[in-house]
Each structure stands twice: as structure tokens, then as C-alpha cells.
């Protein structure tokens, strides 16, 4: 399993569509999120921590290179998104009811997992409740070994950046652990903390900070070539 420090990329992009996305409530007269501007948020702040985890294209070439050198078979053409709609329809069903979302970006697929379901408050212990959720997450992830498996760990604005950053790397961590331990190939994984970077609502609000406290697991394909 490798993992990597949180760098501070700029998530202005993302913040700019959640300030966009807003309008004011008639009765209260507090700005709220429209349906539209909270997926524009999502979407933006999904393809910025996409963006940030490909940056480091010779950890995806290593972890690529020794899972093919062990067997793992490598996808090709019209398979890989054939591979991916498989996968995905798996984990929905496993997933169903569970609060864990699946997101289909491209040919990478997303699970989003609320910090309010995985972990106790500060801490990086994932939760017992949790178990059977990540269970079922594994046993998907060992049936669909052709994926790389990056896990990034997100926080709400709360205290200061630093340690923001470092309680977000060691719930990833934590979360990387349960699934090798389950049996999960640990050279696909890869884990990385953002911490405050990346949040896909307005953290003014219990609710928004709620939603911003998270991991997600993006499943990558690997492609032969």
C-alpha cells in the first residue's frame, strides 16, 4: 500500500460553483445551495481530487507495472468500460442503503464515504458499524482486481490546516488498511489526505461540514498499453 503527504492544491473552481450555485430563501432570507449549484460543487470538487491523485503518474506506472507482473489482467478497449459497468452495478447493489454514494466519472467510478458513518468524531479509527459496509466494498474490489484503488481523506474547515491535512491521511490510512486486510491487493492502493482543500459545500454550515467530512475511493481501470 503507498500513500503520500496532502500537498494544497487550489480549490477555488470548486468554491466559485458553490458560491454560484446559491439563492436566497424567501423566509428566511439566508443563502442557501440550489440543487443545480450542489452538483455543479460536487462534480467540480470530484474532478479536482481525480485531477490531483493522476499528478503522480510514475506511482500509477509502478503499481500498474507489479499487478500486471503478478498475473492481474490489464483492459483493453471496449473492455474497460465494459469492465467498469460491471463493477459498478455490483457495488450498487452491495452499497444500496448503506449512505455510501457511487459516482461514475468516466471510466473511474466513486465511492463517497460520510465521515458521520465511517468514523467517531477526531478520530481515525474506522467505526464498528462500518465493518459490513467496507466488507461488502472489499468483496467487490477482490472480484474486480483489474482497478487501481485510490484513497483520499477529506476534512471540514475546522481547526487548522495542518492537522486538517494529517487527520485526513491517517483516515484514509485506516480505511486502506480494513480493505487489505479483507484481502484487497495492497499494491493497488494508494492513499492521500486533502484535508480542508476539496470541500463540496459551504463549511458556514453544520450541514455543509457534515457533507465535507468524507473518503473517497476512486477505482481507476488498468489499461493495457
Known amino acids: 500500500m503507498m500513500r503520500c503527504a496532502t500537498v494544497r492544491p487550489l480549490a477555488a473552481f470548486a468554491l466559485l460553483l458553490t458560491l454560484a450555485g ?12 440550489t440543487r443545480a449549484g450542489q452538483g455543479a460543487a460536487v462534480g467540480a470538487a470530484l474532478g479536482a481530487v481525480i485531477g490531483a491523485l493522476t499528478e503522480d503518474d510514475s506511482s500509477r506506472e509502478r503499481r500498474k507495472r507489479a499487478l500486471i507482473g503478478a498475473g492481474v ?7 474497460v468500460g465494459s469492465y467498469m459497468d460491471r463493477e459498478e452495478r455490483r457495488l450498487r447493489d452491495e452499497l444500496a442503503g448503506t449512505g455510501v454514494s457511487v459516482e461514475r466519472v468516466g471510466d473511474r467510478i466513486v465511492l463517497n464515504m460520510p465521515g458521520n458513518i465511517t468514523f467517531a468524531t477526531d478520530s481515525s479509527d474506522v467505526s464498528a458499524d462500518f ?34 491535512a494529517a487527520l485526513s491521511q491517517r483516515r484514509a490510512d485506516s480505511v486502506a488498511r480494513y480493505l487489505t486486510a479483507q484481502g484487497v491487493d495492497g499494491r493497488r492502493v494508494f492513499t492521500r489526505g486533502f484535508g480542508e482543500d476539496y470541500p463540496t459545500a459551504d463549511n458556514g454550515t453544520a450541514e455543509g461540514r457534515r457533507l465535507n467530512r468524507r473518503v473517497e475511493l476512486v ?3 488498468i489499461v493495457a498499453g
Open 22 to 33: 446559491c439563492a436566497v430563501d424567501p423566509v428566511t432570507g439566508q443563502s442557501r445551495p
Open 73 to 79: 489482467g490489464a483492459l483493453a478497449g471496449a473492455g
Open 131 to 164: 465493518y459490513p459496509v467496507l466488507n461488502s466494498v472489499a468483496r467487490v474490489l477482490d472480484e474486480y482486481e483489474s482497478t487501481l484503488i485510490d484513497v483520499a481523506g477529506h476534512t471540514d474547515s475546522t481547526g487548522s490546516s495542518d492537522y486538517n
Open 219 to 221: 477505482l481507476e481501470p
